[in-house]
C-alpha cells in the first residue's frame, strides 16, 4: 500500500468513527486506485435540523472540493408561494430521497430531493388561530424526520405527518395535532384558551431522540411567564416533563436557585429560539436560553435562567447545570443558538465540550459535563452609571479567555467601529455592557453578535465555524457579516471573512474540505463557499434575496447537493420562498 493510498484509507476510516458517533446515515465505499468522481459516501441524509444530535453540522461527504466548488451551479430550484412572516428560515430536511421544508406558518412541503418536483404539502394555516392576528406566525426553521414521520411545530401545537403521503399520523393528539404548549399552561391557569394568545409559540425545529421529541418555546417579547422546555412522547403527543426557564414560584424547578435572582415582581422572558443538543451518553439535552423582558427597574438580580445555557436529563428533565452568560441583561443579548457538543483534547486531556456564541458577541466554551468554563472566563467589572431612575446594573459580566489568559477575539465587534462621521454629532460611543442611556451607540446592536446561526464544527479541521453581524445599536450604517472560525483547544480565531449583509445564518462543513455559508442582505443574498482550513474565498451565488437560514447538504447516488432557503431583506422583515440547490456538473 503506497503513502496516498494509506492516508485515504485513514481519512476513510476517521471518516467511518465520525458517522458512528454523530449518528448520521451514510454508507462509505472505499476507493484507493484513484481519487474519486463520486463522493465516497454514496447516501447521505440530513434528518436533523443540525444534521446530528450533536448540532455539529459536519458531513462526511467529499465530492465537493476546494479544487471544484467553483463549478458549481444551481441544480434545481423550489418556490412553494408563501412570502409572509418573517424571512425564509426554513433548513430543508432530507430522507430517504425526499426533501422537506417549511414556510414562515410552519405549513409543510415535500419535494423530490434529486429534482425538486413537488410530492405533497400539508397546511397548517388554517388549524393555528389565536392570538392578536389569526393564525400569525413570527417565523419558522423546519421540521425534523424520524421512523417514517415528519414532525413541524407550528403555532403552539406540534403536528406529526406520514413523511410518504403527508397525511396527519392517528394517534399524536386529535388527529395528528398536540397542543403541547397550551396542555402545560393548563397546569397553572386551565382559563387560558389560546397559548398564542398569552404569547408562547415555536419558531424552531424539534429535537428527536428514543421516541421523545425536544422543543423549547418562543417569544421573549411577548412577556412569557418564563420560556417551557417540553419533553413530547412522539408517538402520543403527551407531555412527559416540562422545564420553566423562568420559575415562577416554589412549583417550578429551580426556583430555590433562580427566584432570589429576580427582585421587584417582572419575571417575564426566557424564549427558546433554537433547536437543543444531545448527548445521548451522558444522557443530558442542552438549551440556549433568551433574554428576559419587561421592566428592568422591578426585575433587579442575574435574573435566571435567561440569556444561559441549561442542562437537563433527558427522561425527568431535572437540571443538572446551568451557565449565565449575560447577568441583568437590557441589551437583547440572548443566547440564541443552539449548542454544539464536541470532544478535544486540552493540554493532553479529553474534554466533552458545548460551544455556543452569545449575541453580546463572545464565544463560551464549557466543559459539557459539568457546565465549566474550559479556558478562563472571568467576571469583568462593567459600568455601572445610569441614567434610569430605579434601575440596579450588574457590576459584572463574563468575558470568554484564551487558553493563555489572554482575552478572546470576539466574534464581531463589541464596540462600535466604522460609524459614520454624522452619526456621532447627535450621539456617541460606549463600551459594552455601558446601562442603557439617551443617544448611545453600543455594539452588538439589538441584532448580534451571533444571532440564531447555529455553529459548525469539524473534526477534520478541528476548527469552530461562527457567523455574527455587526450592526452597532444606531450606527448609521449597513450591517457586516462575521464569518469566522476559531480553534476551541486554544480559544484562538484562526481566521474570519467579513462581507456586506447580515451574518445571520449557520454554516455546514464538509471532508471535502468546504464550509458554506450566507449573507442576509437588503439588496442580494450571497451563498459563500470558504476554504475550511484557511478560510480563502472559493465561490459565490448571489440568490436574489438575504439568505437568513442555514443550509443543508446530502448525498444521493455518490452525487453532493447543497441546499439553502433564500429569502428577506433587512432582519430579515421581508419574507421569501425560494429553496436553491447546488450540485456539480
Not at 454523530?22 to 443540525?50: F, M, Q, Y
Not at 432570589?260 to 429560539?273: H, L
Not at 460551544?355 to 455601572?384: C, F, M
Amino acid at each position: 500500500m503506497n503513502a496516498r493510498v494509506a492516508k485515504t484509507l485513514a481519512t476513510r476510516l476517521t471518516l467511518i468513527a465520525f458517522t458512528a458517533l454523530s449518528g448520521c446515515t451514510a454508507s462509505l465505499v472505499i476507493e484507493t486506485d484513484s481519487p474519486p468522481k463520486a463522493s465516497t459516501v454514496r447516501t447521505l441524509e440530513w434528518p436533523l435540523h443540525n444534521f446530528d444530535l450533536a448540532g455539529t453540522r459536519f458531513t462526511p461527504s467529499d465530492q465537493i472540493t476546494p479544487e471544484n466548488v467553483a463549478s458549481l451551479k444551481p441544480a434545481w430550484l423550489f418556490q412553494h408561494g408563501v412570502i409572509d412572516g418573517v424571512s425564509n428560515q426554513t433548513t430543508p430536511i432530507i430522507v430517504d430521497g425526499i426533501m422537506y421544508v417549511t414556510d414562515a406558518r410552519g405549513s409543510v412541503y415535500a419535494t423530490n430531493a434529486t429534482d425538486g418536483h413537488l410530492l405533497w404539502e400539508y397546511n397548517v394555516s388554517g388549524k393555528l388561530g389565536g392570538g392578536r392576528r389569526e393564525g400569525y406566525i413570527f417565523r419558522h426553521r423546519g421540521v425534523v424526520v424520524d421512523d417514517g414521520i415528519v414532525y413541524t411545530a407550528a403555532g403552539s401545537f406540534i403536528f406529526a405527518l406520514d413523511a410518504k403521503t403527508g397525511e396527519p399520523i392517528e394517534g399524536f393528539g386529535d388527529d395528528g395535532m398536540a397542543p403541547v404548549i397550551l396542555d402545560v399552561l393548563h397546569l397553572k391557569d386551565p382559563s387560558i384558551d389560546t397559548a398564542i394568545s398569552v404569547g408562547y409559540w415555536f419558531t424552531t425545529a424539534p429535537q428527536i431522540h428514543n421516541g421523545m421529541l425536544y422543543i423549547g418555546t418562543t417569544r421573549s417579547e411577548s412577556h412569557i411567564a418564563g420560556g417551557y422546555v417540553l419533553a413530547v412522547n412522539a408517538k402520543t403527543g403527551e407531555v412527559e416533563w416540562h422545564f420553566n426557564t423562568v420559575p415562577q414560584d416554589e412549583t417550578d424547578q429551580g426556583w430555590e436557585i433562580a427566584g432570589p435572582t429576580w427582585v421587584g415582581g417582572e419575571r417575564n422572558g426566557g424564549g427558546i429560539w433554537e433547536t437543543p443538543s444531545i448527548d445521548p451518553e451522558l444522557g443530558l439535552v442542552y438549551f440556549a436560553v433568551g433574554n428576559p423582558f419587561g421592566n428592568s427597574t422591578k426585575r433587579d438580580g442575574i435574573n435566571l435562567f435567561t440569556n444561559a445555557i441549561i442542562a437537563l436529563s433527558l427522561d425527568t428533565g431535572k437540571l443538572e447545570w446551568f451557565y449565565q452568560q449575560v447577568h441583568h441583561d437590557v441589551w437583547d443579548y440572548d443566547s440564541g443558538n443552539q449548542p454544539v457538543l464536541f470532544d478535544m483534547l486540552v493540554d493532553g486531556n479529553q474534554v466533552k465540550a458545548l460551544a455556543q456564541a452569545s449575541k453580546n458577541g463572545w464565544l463560551y466554551i464549557l466543559d459539557r459535563e459539568t457546565g465549566q468554563p474550559v479556558h478562563p472566563i472571568p467576571e469583568i467589572a462593567v459600568s455601572t452609571e445610569t441614567a434610569t431612575e430605579g434601575e440596579e446594573p450588574w457590576p459584572t459580566q463574563p468575558i470568554p479567555h484564551k487558553a493563555n489568559g489572554e482575552r478572546m477575539e470576539p466574534v464581531s465587534p463589541v464596540y462600535p467601529i466604522n460609524i459614520p462621521a454624522e452619526q456621532l454629532e447627535e450621539y456617541h460611543l460606549v463600551e459594552q455592557f455601558t446601562p442603557i442611556g439617551p443617544n448611545q451607540i453600543f455594539a452588538p446592536g439589538y441584532g448580534g453578535g451571533s444571532n440564531y446561526a447555529p455553529i459548525a464544527f469539524s473534526p477534520l479541521t478541528g476548527l469552530l465555524y461562527v457567523n455574527a453581524i455587526d450592526q452597532p445599536f444606531r450606527s448609521g450604517r449597513d450591517p457586516m457579516g462575521y464569518f469566522s472560525a476559531y480553534d476551541p483547544t486554544t480559544g484562538e480565531l484562526v481566521w474570519r471573512q467579513i462581507f456586506e449583509g447580515y451574518g445571520q445564518a449557520g454554516a455546514v462543513v464538509t471532508a471535502g474540505g468546504v464550509v458554506f455559508v450566507g449573507a442576509g442582505s437588503n439588496t442580494a443574498g450571497y451563498f459563500y463557499a470558504y476554504d475550511a482550513a484557511t478560510g480563502e474565498e472559493l465561490w459565490k451565488f448571489n440568490t436574489g434575496s438575504g439568505i437568513f437560514a442555514s443550509p443543508a447538504l446530502y448525498v444521493i447516488d455518490g452525487k453532493e447537493y447543497v441546499t439553502v432557503a433564500s429569502g428577506g431583506g433587512s432582519r430579515g422583515r421581508r419574507g421569501g420562498d425560494l429553496i436553491l440547490t447546488f450540485a456539480l456538473p
